[in-house]
């Protein structure tokens, strides 16, 4: 595993909004330098600002031009503007979203170029970074588009106690039926399924797979979804081997506490799965793109413009992702080394000659 400790990319998301608030206050743990080297990408001068406004004067910035300047000890900041920018608390704007993307470009291909090792992104506004360089409906996808255009993305909304994985992201409601396919949900399985065994080292996952309509259809009285196509997909994708169950109506699902007795749950519709999840984990919670050759996490809230620059964030969230980045990161690695060079055992048989037989076989 990588001896020297990771670089932890963190882009400062939407000016206007906690971004600042929280990485300030997450990087003001001295301690947090000792378990990795910090990369904040963003404004110098916004930085500076929002230091005076949340009266953080103990944590001091190596400002840099380039990741190639960065200091293993210290919290380490990439400028990337040099025109001073107009803030706005609590306010959407055009600029902020300007700033968001333009940071979140340098931190992604200071990622490609290997000068950072881990991607972690404050929440940014959706609407106010459109531009002709971000069409997309979301991080997830624009990390799609940029960091592995032939590979497909989960988004996994974890923490130590719950991960919940969506079959569809940003879709508006009334595609759903139609997005939903038997063969996009095995395909989501599979990716959850290595991800929870190569990025959480669980060995054998149990996934629980959520409904689409009330009561799981009611036999096919509220839509016939799960008859069609839900309960195929989890009957082909646990006869190729995976510990999956279901389909779970989710009001009961997570109201009985059942999500306890499963690695992961598999929902069908971001709301499905978000709206529970930060109602259980609002403060500790991480967005975890899965499915990338890349590591990205980010907190599980957005850009709180209500509370933005009153010093009423919690930083939890993102100290949680970071965290979670350096976790996932080292899981990889150790499940590389573990996986590059399998063992073989030996056994004799009855003429009592010895034969190998290579524990990656398809026979086992």
Same mark, same amino acid.
């Not at 840099?64 to 000890?73: G, H, K, Q, T, Y």
């Not at 620059?309 to 965290?323: D, E, L, V």
């Not at 190998?356 to 398809?362: H, K």
């Given at each position: 595993m990588k001896q020297n400790k990771l670089r932890v990319a963190i882009t400062h998301g939407d000016i206007n909004g906690v971004g600042y608030e929280v990485i300030i206050k997450a990087l003001s743990d001295q301690r947090m330098t000792e378990l990795c080297t910090p990369v904040v990408y963003g404004a110098a001068k916004v930085s500076g600002y929002y230091k005076k406004v949340l009266d953080v004067p103990n944590l001091q910035f190596n400002i840099? #031009?380039? /990741?190639?300047?960065?200091?293993?000890?210290r919290v380490n900041f990439v400028n990337c503007f040099d025109d001073e920018l107009k803030v706005e608390i609590g306010k959407p704007s055009l600029v902020a979203g300007e700033a968001s993307l333009k940071a979140l470009e340098v931190a992604v291909k200071d990622l490609k170029e290997g000068k950072v090792d881990v991607? #972690?992104? /404050?929440?940014i506004n959706k609407n106010t970074i459109q531009s002709e360089n971000f069409k997309f409906t979301g991080h997830t996808e624009y990390l799609q588009n940029r960091l592995g255009e032939d590979s497909e993305p989960l988004m996994i909304l974890m923490n130590e106690n719950l991960k919940v994985a969506l079959v569809t992201t940003h879709e508006p409601i009334k595609e759903l039926s139609e997005k939903i396919t038997k063969e996009l949900i095995i395909k989501k399985l599979n990716i959850f399924n290595t991800s929870l065994k190569k990025d959480f080292r669980l060995e054998r996952p149990r996934i629980a797979v959520?409904?689409?309509?009330?009561h799981a259809g009611d036999g096919g009285l509220i839509g016939d979804e799960e008859k069609e196509t839900i309960i195929p997909a989890i009957e082909e994708a646990y006869n190729s081997g995976l510990v999956c169950f279901g389909p779970y109506p989710a009001d009961g699902f997570f109201g009985a506490g059942l999500y306890k007795n499963f690695d992961g749950v598999l929902a069908m519709y971001h709301d499905q799965g978000l709206a529970p999840f930060k109602a259980l984990s609002m403060d500790d919670g991480v967005n975890y793109t899965a499915g990338l050759d890349y590591v990205r996490t980010s907190p599980d809230h957005g850009t709180a413009y209500d509370i933005a620059?009153?010093?009423?964030?919690?930083?939890?969230?993102?100290?949680?992702?970071?965290?979670a980045a350096i976790d996932v990161y080292n899981n990889r690695e150790m499940y590389a080394e573990i996986t590059a060079n399998p063992l073989r055992k030996q056994y004799v048989d009855k003429s009592g000659k010895d034969e190998?037989?290579?524990?990656?076989?398809?026979a086992e």
């Open positions: 840099v #031009v380039s /990741a190639d300047n960065i200091l293993p000890d991607l #972690v992104t /404050a929440p959520l409904s689409l309509n009330p620059g009153k010093s009423k964030a919690s930083a939890n969230s993102m100290r949680q992702a970071i965290y190998s037989v290579n524990l990656m076989q398809d």
